[in-house]
């Protein structure tokens, strides 16, 4: 019978609970840009950023608040961990997302420093090795743009409004136009061999100006593929466009906001 690695608990270390389903979003929101990423713990927070190599879209991701069940840093005030992204979905995968999860940094067994994931409600332990944080990139010291033309919409009719315009966007991929006026959104798709698709949304959240400026920005397929299963996480999606600029998507998983994801992805070039 093989024997297993003791592991202990480091001095400073952080521990947290919230259920599955958080910590699953919230870990595959930046592996849609990144394998590996660091995590920041702090009292009141758990947040990381990554942009995506070619430095076109960057995703901001948190947890805080009554997403979480508890946080607890001890003996400092911050800890850094840096992760492998698909290591943490693969041991998520198959657990029920109602359960609790407990998350402890770092463990330590034979010299490894670990990340100790327990799922309470189905007595499941992983013990994950970490990487070196001088291995793996920096958060991007940029904060998101935030545009004053924007809109809320339901994140899983965004899902399925990306699906359809793949189906009008050419092998050499023009893009996806995101255009404001009034009181809705367009989003256009339009191809001299596939043919055209248009979605329009219209705002119905009074939080958000009813009258827009008229705005455009062409975004790539690609990185609207690669966030769609996100954005439909959201009931609430707020999307800020501005001429030419980056487009942002706020993705809220609560009602309070405590859990969000933010993407930001920069336009297509007019040349290409």
């Not at 359960?99 to 013990?127: H, K, N």
């Not at 705002?203 to 690609?222: L, R």
């Amino acid at each position: 019978m093989p024997k297993t690695t003791e592991t202990e608990v480091e001095d400073e270390h952080v521990q947290l609970s919230c259920t599955v389903k958080y910590l699953d979003t919230f870990i595959s929101s930046v592996s849609a840009f990144r394998d590996e990423g660091k995590l920041m713990f702090r009292s009141d927070n758990v947040f990381t950023k990554v942009s995506d190599p070619a430095n076109v879209g960057m995703c901001m991701s948190k947890i805080e608040g009554r997403a979480l069940n508890s946080l607890e840093v001890h003996n400092t005030d911050e800890l850094v961990a840096a992760l492998n992204f698909e290591r943490i979905l693969d041991c998520l995968s198959g657990v029920s997302g109602t359960s609790d999860v407990e998350v402890t940094w770092p463990v330590v067994g034979g010299g490894t420093r670990m990340i100790r994931l327990d799922i309470i409600d189905e007595d499941l332990q992983f013990e994950i090795n970490t990487i070196n944080t001088d291995s793996v990139a920096d958060m991007p010291d940029v904060d998101p743009l935030s545009h004053k033309s924007r809109i809320v919409v339901d994140g899983t009719k965004l899902k399925k409004t990306i699906k359809h315009a793949d189906k009008m966007v050419s092998e050499d991929d023009k893009g996806i136009f995101f255009q404001t006026h009034d009181e809705q959104l367009q989003i256009i798709t339009t191809d001299k061999t596939s043919g055209n698709f248009k979605r329009q949304f219209h705002n119905h959240d009074p939080s958000v100006e009813e009258e827009m400026d008229e705005h455009e920005t062409s975004i790539s397929i690609q990185y609207l593929k690669d966030i769609k299963n996100i954005l439909a996480k959201g009931d609430a999606v707020t999307v800020h466009v501005k001429d030419d600029h980056p487009i942002r998507f706020d993705i809220d998983l609560d009602d309070a906001g405590d859990a969000q994801v933010v993407y930001v992805i920069a336009p297509r070039l007019k040349s290409e």
